[in-house]
């Protein structure tokens, strides 16, 4: 069975949650084996909603981990569409908010623990977390750094990030922290496939949410962004969530053998002969896809 390890931002958008529920499903079925999920984002809510919709989809037991080392990307916007599900969810429970832990000390016990190359780490968000892992020393946890830890139990690495399309595109995952983009990418000796922002755009998803129960967190955390006019949105991180659980199937295109850098703006570059891969896929499965991507957030 595979394992996944997971790291978002959710917070600012909704996408991280609709691949937090497909990885949940995925989970609670029996498809993967899910070690940790961390956030990349100092604002605790939307790990609060993730944890909510893990709980609502009935899977419970996996640990979470909070950025504690840090505080990027704390302010109010960073919890646009989770503060508020998260208050209702946990008030209706009549339970606190769940106990913050620190989410690299938590990836260097499940990696320390696990001790083999057989991990899916998925990213969906700035590289923050990942970065602060690379650098991490010695402790009482591990005698080896966080670089080591990964590239003993990494199998693949999933970044939702970068652009494949147009080098003028700066893409948001890879330089909203630019300094963690540009070591991940750029200096990482563990291979990455990415999924470029183009792939997701052109798959809306999200139409299901709109008959699905009112207090189910990832409904309104979809409503939210869109100012309760709408419940769709670009599927950027569940063409990520996808791929990591179900691999290429009969939907993606994995373009190997792939050299990839970043630039001080976050612009994508990249070239034949080198460790990494990214997608594309055949824009006649987008109808497939969506119907997958829905089913995926479904609250049941």
């Known amino acids: 069975m595979k394992k996944i390890i997971y790291d978002h931002d959710f917070g600012a958008d909704c996408d991280d949650g609709g691949a937090g529920a497909m990885l949940a499903k995925a989970h609670r079925d029996g498809h993967v084996k899910v070690l940790a999920v961390t956030q990349a984002i100092a604002n605790p809510y939307g790990q609060y909603c993730m944890e909510a919709i893990f709980d609502y989809l009935g899977v419970s037991g996996i640990p979470f981990g909070y950025n504690l080392e840090n505080s ?5 916007v960073y919890h646009l569409c989770t503060k508020s ?6 008030a209706a429970k009549k339970k606190p908010f769940p106990e913050q832990q620190s989410g690299i000390r938590l990836l260097r016990k499940v990696l320390s623990e696990n001790n083999r190359k057989d991990i899916t780490l ?4 700035m590289l923050t977390t990942v970065y602060g892992l690379c650098l991490s020393g010695p402790d009482d946890i591990s005698p080896k750094t966080g670089l080591e830890l990964l590239a003993e139990n990494i199998e693949e690495y999933v970044l939702g990030g970068a652009n494949f399309e147009s080098e003028d595109v700066r893409e948001y995952n890879v330089r909203a922290d630019i300094e963690a983009g540009m070591y991940v ?4 000796p563990f291979p990455i496939t990415y999924v470029g922002s183009e792939v997701g755009f052109y798959i809306i998803s999200g139409q299901i949410l709109a008959d ?12 939210a962004v869109n100012e309760g ?5 670009f599927s950027w991180d569940q063409a990520d969530m996808h791929y990591a659980i179900f691999g290429p199937g009969d939907f993606w295109e994995v373009h190997r053998n792939i050299h990839v850098s970043i630039d001080s703006e976050g612009h994508t570059f990249f070239r034949p002969g080198g460790k990494d891969s990214y997608l594309s896929f055949d824009h006649k499965h987008i109808d497939r896809l969506r119907e997958i991507f829905n089913e995926g957030m479904r609250a049941v």
């Open 72 to 76: 990027k990307f704390s302010g109010d």
């Open 229 to 233: 006019k709408d419940c769709t949105r």
């Open 212 to 223: 699905q129960p009112e207090d189910y967190p990832l409904r309104e955390a979809f409503y």
């Open 122 to 125: 998925v990213t969906t968000g």
């Open 85 to 90: 599900p998260a208050e209702k969810y946990y």
């Open 185 to 188: 990418v750029n200096q990482a």
